[in-house]
Nanobody, 122 residues
Framework: QVQLVESGGGLVQAGGSLRLSCAASGRTFSNYAMGWFRQAPGKEREFVAVIRRSGLSTYYTEAVKGRFTISRDNAKNTVYLQMNSLKPEDTAVYYC???????????????WGQGTQVTVSS
């Protein structure tokens, strides 16, 4: 089992920044690819970003490229999502997830956090 706890969400004005953190406990963190997903009201959960186990490779959905940065610190069992130039359409609950391989598909992830709310005002 892997337990994931997100933090860092909040209310921010458009153009602002937030840094989300996801702390992992349980099994060896470095054995898992880590992803961030988000779910806006009335919409399905969608992929945002993923980072491989080593941290050497990342991938983003087109909507956040150039604005968001995913990173991880395997010594601290933590994955981060730095979000800059935030837009109202980024408003959602953000979830981190752990899986056996880096993927954009929700079904590839075995463990999920409880989510953290990000609200961007215009």
């Amino acid at each position: 089992q892997v337990q994931l706890v997100e933090s860092g969400g909040g209310l921010v004005q458009a153009g602002g920044s937030l840094r989300l953190s996801c702390a992992a406990s349980g099994r060896t963190f470095s054995n898992y690819a880590m992803g961030w997903f988000r779910q806006a009201p009335g919409k399905e959960r969608e992929f945002v970003a993923v980072i491989r186990r080593s941290g050497l490779s990342t991938y983003y959905t087109e909507a956040v490229k150039g604005r968001f940065t995913i990173s991880r610190d395997n010594a601290k069992n933590t994955v981060y999502l730095q979000m800059n130039s935030l837009k109202p359409e980024d408003t959602a609950v953000y979830y981190c997830a752990a899986g056996g391989k880096a993927a954009t598909y929700i079904g590839e992830y075995d463990y999920w956090g409880q989510g953290t709310q990000v609200t961007v005002s215009s």
